[in-house]
């Protein structure tokens, strides 16, 4: 099923294979169908159509010589790679390249965490160590520091980050390319470069201070396809001392403009963690009077809303609020969160829910939500399995994430305008459900602006399904871009879509980021189409019919 690059013979692929053999030795290039099968996105919108992306064959590398030594062979032979950590990058890609035919490079064999500093809270690593890794790297040595993880713990640190994929704990950790200090890069003609201080040789400071001098660069190598990162720095979280947790209700539709407020002030002062949000009034949808209300007028009013919420005794909107600091400062801080709530938003009622003192046990940590808690784990991937209101659970998902102003007012529209534009397409997410309506929540990953995520089910034996998955996907970045959102991350099918959104001043950023790309990659050797950003070699793959 292996796919040969764009204008590359067998006869010269061949020739190019041999010469990886003989860098990484033979058991370590893939060219099997077997091999390169695995290779392909678990969760690809167009499995066994044309449009699946379907890599030539791997090599798999486990030093930066053999990586800087594959960069140039790739660049003798024209054969672009396109560098994986751990190649999880299920819902936006998986493991697959932008460009049938690209080879992969994974990077998964080098995987060795290189320091952990518990004193200035940081880790250097290569990019095969998953987040399972340093977190038992640090347990091992009883080092009081925390890491930030993903819902799905086998993932890599590094790979995660490129892909600017957040985490759960507090606003500057979650952020995981935000994180990162100081990386390693073997550039697209196989030169090695460090970034930050790591560029002062000798220097301690690499993860430390990641600017360095001048121009920082850094940004170029997230969703992006300006080299092979090989060792990234990342900050970690000093172990605090303790954890509590406490939820906000407020009765009305409209008490969520001053709930975000507040909760925006208390996140971006950094009293609290993540907030999570959620809608006590969407749990009851099918209990009266709410179903009645709901069966006659799907979206209604807020005064209609309101009106059944008081009925039913059950506010409109609640908010988790988590604090994370000293044993005395997270009471203290709890406290003052309600009375900063309390006086914007009459009739908020508080209610108190967790309090931890760290280390916490084994059996306290069983039982709770872990990523909270900086645990990689994988109970993520019980979502959309089978069960009563899911009897044909789906294959995958691809996650439309679309980024909007962290305000009441913004989130109460954009709920609208999804709803609004979205009925009568048919659309349905993983679990077979409308994906809009009133009691969408908004999603607090990044520190200063929700998104709005929707799964849409991807089959490997349903071609009709994923066909209707690809055009709702298309229709809701269209219709974001249109409202002046756009995404932050997608999956390669639509990466040319997403970036074609970015187009103000008639495409100037992408302009602008493909002239460089032609200086920095002339024969356009890694991952051409990485973030919707081609080499001139390739440009012609472009999807422009989105
Ligand atoms: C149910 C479910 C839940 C999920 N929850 C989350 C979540 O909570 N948070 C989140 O962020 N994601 C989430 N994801 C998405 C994804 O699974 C994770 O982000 C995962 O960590 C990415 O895979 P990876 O770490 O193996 O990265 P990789 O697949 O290795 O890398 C991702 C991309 O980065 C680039 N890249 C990787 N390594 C290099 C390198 N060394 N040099 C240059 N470029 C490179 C490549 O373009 C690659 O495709 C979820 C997915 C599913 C299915």
Redo the contacts with the bound molecule.
């Keep these: 099923m292996a796919v040969l690059p764009p204008n590359v013979s067998q006869q010269v692929f061949s020739r190019a294979l041999d010469r990886f053999r003989e860098v990484v030795g033979d058991e370590w290039v893939f060219s099997s169908d077997e091999d390169v099968d695995l290779y392909r996105d678990a969760?690809s919108p167009s499995w066994g159509e044309p449009g699946e992306r379907i890599p030539s064959g791997a090599v798999a590398p486990i030093e930066v010589e053999q990586v800087q030594q594959i960069v140039r062979i790739a660049n003798e032979f024209s054969v672009p790679v396109?560098?994986?950590?751990?190649?999880?990058?299920?819902?936006?890609?998986?493991?697959?390249?932008?460009m049938s035919g690209t080879l992969v490079?994974d990077?998964k064999r080098m995987n060795r965490i290189l320091e952990v500093d518990e004193r200035r809270a940081f880790a250097l690593v290569e990019?095969g160590v998953?987040?399972f890794d340093l977190y038992r790297h640090i347990q091992d040595r009883g080092l009081k520091v925390w890491i930030d993880?993903?819902?799905?713990g086998?993932?890599?640190?590094?790979?995660?980050?490129?892909?600017?994929?957040?985490?759960?704990t507090t606003w500057n950790f979650r952020d995981?390319f935000g994180a990162h200090c100081g990386m390693e890069?073997v550039l697209p003609n196989g030169e090695l470069m460090r970034t930050g201080m790591g560029a002062v040789p000798g220097s301690r400071s690499w993860q430390d201070y990641r600017y360095g001098y001048g121009p920082w660069v850094d940004g170029l190598?997230?969703?992006?396809?300006f080299?092979?990162?090989?060792k990234?720095g990342f900050w970690l979280l000093p172990e605090p001392d303790a954890y509590l947790s406490g939820i906000v209700s407020v009765p009305k539709r409209q008490d969520l403009i001053p709930l975000v407020d507040v909760v925006n002030y208390l996140e971006n002062s950094s009293y609290i963690g993540q907030p999570r949000y959620r809608s006590p009034l969407g749990a009851v949808r099918n209990e009266p009077p709410l179903r009645d209300l709901l069966a006659s007028n799907p979206f209604p009013d807020d005064a209609a809303l309101d009106r059944v919420a008081e009925e039913m005794g059950v506010p409109s909107w609640a908010c988790q609020l988590q604090f994370y600091g000293g044993t005395e400062v997270v009471q203290a801080m709890w406290r003052q969160a309600q009375q900063k709530l309390a006086e914007a938003i009459p009739g908020a009622t508080f209610e108190d829910e967790k309090y931890y003192e760290m280390p916490m046990t084994e059996e306290q940590i069983a039982n709770e939500r872990k990523?909270a808690f900086g645990v990689p784990n994988l109970a993520?991937?019980s979502?959309?399995a089978r069960s009563e209101q899911n009897p044909i659970p789906v294959d995958?998902?691809l996650?439309f994430t679309c980024v909007i102003p962290k305000t009441g007012e913004d989130f109460l529209n954009a709920s609208r305008v999804f709803f609004d534009a979205m009925q009568g397409t048919g659309i349905v997410n993983s679990s077979g459900q409308y994906p809009f309506g009133p009691f969408l929540i908004p999603s607090t990953?990044h520190a200063r602006n929700f998104i709005i995520i929707v799964?849409l089910p991807t089959y490997r034996t349903n071609t009709e399904a994923n066909q209707k998955t690809r055009a709702w996907m298309s229709q809701l970045i269209e219709l974001a871009s249109a409202n002046g959102w756009g995404e932050y991350?997608a999956s390669p099918t639509f990466q040319d879509q997403v970036m074609g959104a970015y187009s103000f001043n008639d495409h100037a950023l992408r302009n602008f980021l493909e002239t460089l790309k032609d200086a920095a990659d002339p024969n356009g050797v890694?991952?051409p189409g990485?973030?919707g950003v081609w080499p001139d070699a390739y440009r012609f793959n472009r999807n422009t019919e989105a």
């Excluded at 086998?154 to 759960?168: A, C, E, P, T």
């Design positions: 969760y396109f560098p994986i950590s751990t190649g999880k990058n299920l819902t936006y890609g998986g493991s697959a390249p932008n490079l990077l990019p998953s987040y993880c993903p819902d799905p086998w993932g890599s640190v590094i790979g995660n980050s490129l892909d600017r994929g957040l985490g759960y995981h890069v190598f997230s969703q992006g396809n080299g092979v990162v090989t990234m990523v993520i991937f979502i959309g995958g998902h996650d990953w799964g991350r890694i991952s990485r973030g």
